[in-house]
């Protein structure tokens, strides 16, 4: 099973500063013949479903800020809250689909300083 | 705008069986691929199982596999999870989400969960 690790656990961030959430896979997630990352990301805000952010590694979902953006490829994986709104506080999880069971990771819980 | 709504948690005792529900509609449901994913109450996402959009591949998490069941019904617009063998640790919200392909991405679309408790 491909095992995801995030950094950190939490962050605190003024309003108007860059969030950065980093996210590993303990194996690569880029299959070689399309030369994609299976990755995506998720915001969680308290009582609510998860929310698709991004997917692809770097596709935002239809919708999301442009603040939001991800990076990365083969095991090391960022998202950047360019700059954070009170509306962004949330736990944000990263997940691959690369291969079954498609993990989780354990979650990155972002409030404002 | 898609719309999906789980049906069939509540309290339930250990080693007994509960099938959930999940009516999904505003979109071509054949289209795409579903999944279950679960969350124990203050605790992270769990995946729980995935169906392709034919039915043609089904996959768990060790965690449930051999116990639960992935299943969908394309002319009645449904996925389902028959649980059997229930253990305490299976206590969770249980979300039905979307995925964006028909295979394997990333899962653009979520119910609100229903609860599922097992306990005596």
């Known amino acids: 099973d491909i095992v995801m690790t995030q950094s950190p656990d939490s962050l605190v961030v003024s309003l108007g500063e860059r969030a950065t959430i980093n996210c590993k896979s303990s194996q690569s997630v880029l299959y070689s013949s399309n030369n994609k990352n299976y990755l995506a990301w998720y915001q969680q805000k308290p009582g609510q479903p998860p929310k698709l952010l991004i997917y692809?590694?770097?596709t935002r979902e239809s919708g999301v800020p442009d603040r939001f953006s991800g990076s990365g490829s083969g095991t090391d994986f960022t998202l950047t809250i360019s700059s954070l709104q009170a509306e962004d506080v949330a736990v944000y999880y990263c997940?691959?689909?690369?291969?079954?069971?498609?993990?989780f990771g354990p979650g990155t819980k972002v409030d404002i300083k | 705008e898609v719309q999906l709504v789980e049906s069939g948690g509540g309290l339930v005792q250990p080693g007994r069986s509960l099938r959930l529900s999940c009516a999904a509609s505003?979109?071509?449901?054949?289209?795409?691929?579903m999944h279950w994913v679960r969350q124990a109450p203050g605790k992270g996402l769990e995946w729980v199982s995935g169906?392709?959009?034919?039915?043609?591949?089904?996959y768990y998490a060790d965690s449930v596999k051999g116990r639960f069941t992935i299943s969908r019904d394309n002319a009645k617009n449904s996925l389902y999870l028959q649980m059997n063998s229930l253990r305490a640790e299976d206590t969770a919200f249980y979300y039905c989400a979307k995925d964006n392909t028909r295979a394997w991405g990333g899962f653009d679309s979520w119910g609100r969960g229903t609860l599922v408790t097992v306990s005596s």
């Open positions: 997940q691959q689909y690369y291969s079954s069971p498609f993990t």
């Open positions: 692809w590694a770097s």
């Open positions: 505003r979109f071509t449901f054949d289209d795409y691929a």
């Open positions: 169906i392709s959009w034919n039915s043609g591949a089904r």
